[in-house]
């Protein structure tokens, strides 16, 4: 049993120099192989640009995004008109429905606009019913609007 035990041991030891010796070997060559020759920044680019990327400098990037925000954010208010079908029941005031046409931003001031209709005695003459405004009428136009039939 000894010797066979041995044996055993032996082969073992051996098969684990074999392994050692063979993975060294061939780590040393995977790793000069792996090492890639290194690239100059234009070379990177002619790279990237023959693959149909877009190469910016981080200026110049930086003063593309500036000019996108500034050019959507006017697009945005110039384009957007706020409307807002407005329904008026029975016993709303005239402090009412301006509060409501300020919350929807049909109109910066609802008191001004609220002020507007008693001074030219339109806060009694408002109608019942829907109506349809947006925020390009002015407060004459309001006025017209709700207190038609």
Do not use: C
């Not at 954010?73 to 409307?83: D, H, L, R, W």
């Amino acid at each position: 049993m000894r010797p066979m035990l041995q044996a055993f041991s032996a082969g073992l030891l051996l098969a684990t120099v074999i392994i050692a010796i063979s993975y060294y070997y061939t780590d040393s060559k995977s790793e000069q192989k792996a090492a890639p020759a290194e690239l100059s920044t234009e070379e990177m680019i002619d790279r990237l640009e023959n693959d149909s990327f877009v190469i910016h400098t981080t200026e110049e990037w930086k003063k593309k995004k500036q000019e996108l925000r500034s050019g959507s954010g006017q697009g945005e208010q110039a384009e957007t008109i706020k409307s807002l079908s407005l329904t008026v029941s029975e016993g709303m005031s005239s402090k009412d429905i301006s509060r409501t046409l300020e919350n929807a931003s049909i109109i910066e001031d609802g008191q001004a606009f609220n002020d507007y209709l008693i001074q030219n005695g339109l806060s009694k003459q408002i109608q019942t019913g829907d109506f349809l405004v947006n925020q390009d009428m002015s407060q004459p136009e309001l006025a017209e609007i709700l207190t038609s039939n």
